[in-house]
């Protein structure tokens, strides 16, 4: 177990002081089960003995209050166990959320969708189950059975070697049997349950290209292929979980039986009563009921490791080469344009990939100039490094060289500070499953349905919101109820709305039909204000009279 899983785990356990009223809750129904279990014995076989009355009121009593006890300690369990693990919890999931953002976007880009999910939700999910299903039950089960055991010795030494036995061997059983039965399915429960994820995701969010090939069949089968593997790797590990609850069973029964025979002659002897040996046969079936969750808790131990270590593997120890690292803080405040931006010899590359100068995703030397108000065209073909050139520009990526904005080295600012003077369209802008107003809003709070209004009409979609409904539009799952180039608008109108004084447009008639690009392009350009500078990326031609000149990137340099 390496050091960045046993972070995860030691971050997924509660502080002593917030563990600890829970556990001791726990101890306490534990101790009022066993001491009921204890008192009863003693009480009915007493009473068979036909004693005064009073001598048996103290344990009627004490029945009583231990039956009270148990339910209330059980209360207390529960209430403040789930207080500190949920609470423990949340603090995990933001940390792997604090964690994930410096990797986001181009540090996640290689993550499988359904694998990141399954490892935010049901991985981190099962963490919990540390605290509330691994440490709080074996440390009570092992403080009861200790407890137990020192009682049963000072009624009857032979019958406390038996239990102390009975109690090691079914601890050994438990993690025989679990081991050898369940480990492997345990282990392979969540990347399981992660395929399954990915197979429902691919079919959903690729459902018409899937018709359009008559492939819906094939998704639907790799579906049901890793919904079997799933079911079948639960049903083991349920098995093993049976088979290892029954080994610690049977042994509970043996304990009971080996105590009667070993604590019976004492009472032929006169040194033990016959209520001392109703308390040392019975108790072994209390404190086994403790000890029941054990195997459990050893599966969990199991499954919470595992979830541990894909926790683990989905945020590195360090941010990957290629990704910017150590950056200041946030100012919150933009930083000026100036005189525009400026490179000089910079290098970029995408994170994790190798070191080969026929790498397509870098750039390599790259000088350029871009003054306030310019309109510069990058352009060539697929793979030659536009995107990573627009991606180094916000900051996205980690460079080589200098990247200055207003005479400033972008390594000085924060990224969050930069995108607020230097602004994206994608190539697939990102639309949420809102309405139009909501998708517009997040660019700026602030505005005004008027303000919103009237950037709609600046990107050319005033006539078709109001045919459609307004502002209260609603634009699909990952805009599935607009084209391709709406959508450009859209994003376009956001921009606006942020009022970005840099905007880079990447590749924004991707989705568009050929004969309608020129059209489109002019209309983004054209809503643009004239003293904003836009770098426009595009493999495409683009009419001259659009852009001030024309720049050509190949093999992540500029060729002119």
Known sequence: MNERVRAVLRAAQPPPRRFAPGALAGFGTAASAIALLAASAWLIARAAEQPPLLYLSAAVVAVRAFALGRGTFRYLERLAGHDAALGQLAIVRAGLIRDIVPLAPDG??????????????????????????VVQPLAVAGLASIATVVFVAFVSWPAALVLAACLAGALALAVGVGWWAGARAERAVAPLRAEVADALLDLLTSLDVLVAFGAVDAAHGRIRTADERLRRAVVRRGVAQGLTAGAVSLVAGIASLAALVVAAPGVA?????????AVVVLLPMAVFEIFGPVPLALASWRQVRSAAERVAETVPDAIPEGLPRDEPAATGVAPT?????????????????????????????????IGAGERVLVTGPSGAGKTTLAHVLVRFLDYTGSYRIGGVEVRELSGDDLRRTVGLCEQQPYLFDESLRQNLLFAR??????????????VGLGAWAAERGGLDTPLGDRGALVSGGQAQRISLAR????DFPVLVLDEPTAGVDPAASDALL?????????????????????PADLVDRTLRLANGRLAG
Request: glycine share 12%; hydrophobic share 45%.
């Open 108 to 133: 996640l880009g290689r993550a499988r969708r359904g694998a990141m999910l399954s490892s935010l939700v049901d991985d981190v999910d099962e963490l919990q189950n540390l605290p509330l299903r």
């Open 269 to 277: 002897g006169g040194t033990l009563s016959g209520p001392g040996l």
């Open 337 to 369: 344009l100036g005189a525009g931006l400026e490179l000089r010899g910079l290098g970029a590359r995408w994170p994790r990939r190798g070191a080969a100068s026929a790498d397509p995703g870098r750039l390599d030397d790259v000088t350029l100039s």
């Open 445 to 458: 709070d602030t505005a005004s349905d008027a303000d919103l209004e009237a950037v709609l009409e600046r």
């Open 495 to 498: 921009a606006l709305l942020h």
């Open 522 to 542: 002019a209309d983004l350009l054209g809503a643009i204000d004239a003293q904003r500078a836009v770098v426009l990326i595009s493999h495409v031609d683009v």
